[in-house]
């Protein structure tokens, strides 16, 4: 089955500078990979995703980026701010429309993130 | 709110005992997911329906457990005889089809 590894497991940054987070997965069948955000006893909200048939994908201050051939994918935030404080976890999957797979996601461990103003 | 819900947040119980949690999924939404997040620690996968049929299990889903979604529509995760183990949040999500998963706020459960 599909393993996926997070890091840093903590990454604390000053108002201002940027974040990454980065996470290796093992399936190569893999072909979705979503980023949640979960602060503290609030349910997961995804913030950005990207296919295998993309490279790069932006959304304001946040980005994904993906390298399929070293199965591995990273979220940066630029120019964060104390409410991006949260656990950030990667996940990825095996999601086609097609029926024959059932999309259950894969997470990472991880990453405590602390933005100090 | 039209997002996913569960019910209750916040469940304490005795060794022993069953539970019984309920996911009220976006409407319309064919594909629902159960996850169990221990402190500390990403979601792992339990099970999905896709309507009201179960497809897939994944091994953490002993025998204890039992999960339901009888008109494709709401959906239940029964424990039976509780295990201090257990204690965690549970999670669902649901997706139409070929979409993103979207959680619910969880369930607690804390095991004595």
């Known amino acids: 089955g599909e393993n996926v590894e997070q890091h840093p497991s903590t990454l604390s940054v000053q108002e201002g500078d940027s974040a990454v987070i980065k996470c290796t997965y093992s399936?190569?069948?893999?072909?979705?990979f979503p980023w949640y955000k979960q602060e503290l006893g609030k349910r997961p909200q995804l913030i950005i995703d990207?296919?295998?048939?993309?490279g790069e994908k932006k959304d304001q201050r946040i980005a994904v980026t993906l390298n399929k051939t070293a199965k591995h994918f990273s979220l940066h935030i630029t120019e964060t701010q104390p409410e991006d404080s949260a656990v950030y976890f990667c996940a990825a999957t095996d999601y086609n429309a097609g029926g024959t797979s059932y999309g259950k996601l894969t997470f990472g461990q991880g990453t405590i993130l602390t933005v100090h103003p | 709110d039209t997002g996913v819900s569960q019910d209750p947040r916040h469940k304490i119980t005795k060794r022993g005992q069953n539970v019984t949690f309920r996911c009220d999924p976006i409407?319309?939404?064919?594909?629902l997911y159960w996850y169990r997040q221990t402190l500390g620690q990403g979601p792992e996968f339990l099970t999905y329906?896709?309507?009201?049929?179960?497809?897939?299990k994944s091994r953490l889903l002993s025998d204890r457990f039992s999960a339901e979604r009888p008109k494709g529509s709401f959906s239940t995760l029964e424990i039976q005889r509780t295990e201090q183990g257990d204690s965690a949040m549970y999670l669902c999500?649901?997706?139409?089809?070929?979409?993103?998963?979207?959680f619910g706020p969880g369930t607690r459960l804390l095991v004595l």
């Open positions: 399936d190569s069948a893999s072909n979705y």
């Open positions: 999500a649901s997706s139409p089809s070929a979409k993103t998963q979207y």
């Open positions: 409407s319309e939404h064919n594909r």
């Open positions: 990207i296919r295998s048939n993309v």
């Open positions: 329906f896709q309507n009201e049929a179960q497809l897939e």
